[in-house]
């Protein structure tokens, strides 16, 4: 038997959805904890120079090879369609590894041949380093067809204790070579990367191939066979489908804009030389540190609600033509969502002002809580507000848009890029490495308002409108108000002076802050909890009937 079409769309896909975004959020908690451990570990025993080639350099090629391929062919196989074929999606998925070929020799030759090197003498292997990033973005294409796969079949654990597994090895192996190997340096983070792949591949290949033998009666589980996993021939079909083609085309485009603008002021730091190796090192350091709520909970959450909406909305069909009650649900949950995340950005924007410095001294020292650090830690924290909001809004945008509109949302992408790198070179002229954020913080600003835009319109013949529903209620401004008040007062008192008994103050003051705020949390959005817990509460429901 041959995976043709697929099944009805299952009836709790929201429950699914919330649990796959629970899992991401849970593990990658579990995960990105350890790995900030050994970062704070790493930091303390190599260079800014390898610590800069690394976090902006290499990393900045894995990213490119990778996400330009995948990232298109993963939003087309995600794509809601009315009867699935999944061997056409099978053929779709695999087209990605021959391109990842070709942008890993690409990106390799201009990352060795073009683009300035390090100095060898302080920082040796680049070349081989650079070969290895290449491999391991080329290894991880072969396991794309099964990521989708598993996302389509809501196999809601897999991508996050894959992925999580494969973080524990390679935090294990670079910390091991770190402390016997001290003098390998670009050497021991290409081993790790490589293994992490390789780690990844493996894992996901044999996932399923334990879900093959565990369903070899379940006629409801689409594959029969290995085989069926890799590309084959259709006798009565095209070998991929002509709407996942075009899908696929002009989510290429919107792609390549897109690295641009998530990955911008690497890109600049990399072709312009505006900042050193070790300048690079520690805006790294410092935009991880604001940005870690985003790897740990934005990011499942926006999973998690793509695929809600994908599979629960026809893509580029009007509100009006949806089923009502579909667009109605959708519609409450894309306010919640955002009312839940512009609530967590506040809290990191309004605490983060205040205990940078602190911070960063804590974690990292006095080699980075002193200069411009602290500062470029409040305009992260700030920026993590910003990005709080475009995730959902264009994550919704980007699962219900026609065709015809992604590939005008391309050259919408194409101005917000330039607009980016001008700004990035205008601001980090006069404002050096906090230039990069104030340009990062302009740009999302832009591509907020044309996302909400595209909701409001969208749901505006629906009888919800969850543009106006994710602002935070009067009492929670407010809050969050006297809560930023009360704290920089405690920054400009208790903040400078290096004491512990000065520092515990200041900690407590936001502490109480803090319970201030959850306190008006709890009165003032009873609607939001009351909302979250059903979802929480059908999905316990889900689980008993299963």
């Given at each position: 038997m041959r995976p043709q079409e697929s099944q009805d769309l299952d009836p709790n896909i929201l429950a699914k959805a919330a649990k796959s975004a629970s899992y991401g959020i849970g593990l990658q908690f579990t995960f990105r904890a350890s790995t900030f451990l050994v970062n704070l570990f790493l930091v303390r025993y190599i260079s800014k120079d390898v610590l800069g080639v690394v976090s902006v350099r290499l990393s900045l090629l894995y990213t490119t090879v990778f996400l330009l391929t995948?990232?298109?062919?993963?939003r087309a196989g995600l794509s809601k369609a009315e009867k699935r074929c999944w061997l056409q999606t099978v053929n779709l998925l695999w087209c990605s590894f021959p391109l990842g070929i070709f942008w890993a020799l690409i990106c390799g030759f201009v990352w060795m041949y073009v683009l300035e090197q390090p100095d060898s003498s302080i920082i040796p292997h680049y070349n081989t380093a650079v070969v290895c990033y290449s491999v391991s973005?080329?290894?991880?294409?072969?396991?794309?067809?099964?990521?989708?796969?598993?996302?389509?079949?809501?196999?809601?654990?897999?991508?996050?204790?894959?992925?999580?597994?494969?973080?524990?090895?390679?935090?294990?192996?670079?910390?091991?070579?770190?402390?016997?190997?001290?003098?390998?340096?670009?050497?021991?983070?290409?081993?790790?990367?490589?293994?992490?792949?390789?780690t990844v591949t493996t894992l996901y290949y044999g996932y399923f191939t334990r879900q093959l033998f565990r369903r070899r009666r379940d006629h409801t589980f689409?594959?029969?066979?290995?085989?069926?996993?890799?590309?084959?021939?259709?006798?009565?079909?095209?070998?991929?489908?002509?709407?996942?083609?075009?899908?696929?085309?002009?989510?290429?485009?919107?792609?390549?804009?897109?690295?641009?603008?998530?990955?911008?002021?690497?890109?600049?730091?990399?072709?312009?030389?505006?900042?050193?190796?070790?300048?690079?090192?520690?805006?790294?350091?410092?935009?991880?540190?604001?940005s870690l709520i985003v790897r740990i909970v934005f990011l499942?959450?926006?999973?998690?609600?793509?695929?809600f909406i994908a599979q629960n909305l026809q893509r580029g069909i009007p509100i009006k033509q949806q089923q009502k009650d579909q667009a109605d649900l959708t519609g409450r949950v894309l306010a919640a969502v955002l009312r839940i995340r512009v609530l967590l950005g506040l809290v990191i924007a309004t605490y983060g002002f205040s205990y940078s410095s602190l911070a960063l001294e804590v974690l990292y020292g006095e080699k980075f809580s002193h200069g411009a650090g602290p500062q470029l830690l409040s305009w992260v924290s700030f920026y993590v507000l910003l990005v709080s909001v475009n995730g959902i809004t264009e994550g919704f945008k980007n699962a219900t848009m026609s065709q015809r509109q992604v590939d005008r949302y391309s050259r919408v992408m194409l101005c917000f890029s330039l607009a980016f790198l001008g700004?990035?070179?205008?601001?980090?002229?006069?404002?050096?490495?906090?230039?990069?954020?104030?340009?990062?913080?302009?740009?999302?600003?832009?591509?907020?308002?044309?996302?909400?835009?595209?909701?409001?319109?969208?749901?505006?013949?629906?009888?919800?409108?969850?543009v106006w529903s994710h602002f935070p209620s009067v009492a929670m401004a407010v809050s969050f108000f006297v809560a930023l008040s009360f704290t920089a007062s405690s920054e400009f008192l208790f903040g400078d002076k290096h004491h512990l008994k000065f520092q515990l103050i200041?900690?407590?003051?936001?502490?109480?802050?803090?319970?201030?705020?959850?306190?008006?949390?709890?009165?003032?959005?009873?609607?939001?909890?009351?909302?979250?817990?059903?979802?929480?509460?059908?999905?316990?429901?889900?689980?008993?009937?299963?």
């Open positions: 995948s990232e298109p062919f993963i973005a080329i290894v991880e294409m072969l396991c794309l067809p099964l990521l989708v796969i598993a996302q389509l079949m809501m196999f809601v654990e897999a991508k996050a204790v894959i992925e999580g597994v494969a973080l524990v090895v390679q935090c294990f192996v670079t910390i091991t070579l770190v402390i016997l190997v001290p003098d390998w340096g670009l050497i021991t983070f290409s081993i790790a990367q490589l293994l992490y792949t390789f689409p594959f029969k066979r290995f085989l069926e996993f890799l590309p084959s021939r259709l006798k009565d079909k095209p070998f991929i489908d002509n709407e996942q083609r075009g899908l696929l085309l002009s989510f290429a485009k919107q792609s390549f804009f897109k690295q641009i603008l998530t990955e911008g002021e690497k890109y600049v730091m990399t072709v312009f030389n505006v900042l050193t190796f070790a300048d690079q090192g520690v805006y790294n350091v410092v935009s991880n540190l604001g499942p959450m926006e999973d998690g609600l793509y695929l700004s990035s070179l205008i601001l980090t002229k006069y404002f050096g490495i906090i230039g990069f954020v104030l340009s990062n913080c302009i740009n999302m600003c832009l591509r907020i308002f044309h996302s909400a835009y595209f909701i409001y319109q969208y749901f505006k013949d629906s009888s919800y409108q969850p200041h900690v407590g003051v936001g502490f109480v802050c803090l319970l201030f705020n959850l306190l008006v949390f709890f009165i003032s959005e009873r609607p939001l909890i009351k909302f979250v817990y059903s979802l929480c509460y059908k999905d316990k429901d889900m689980d008993k009937k299963s």
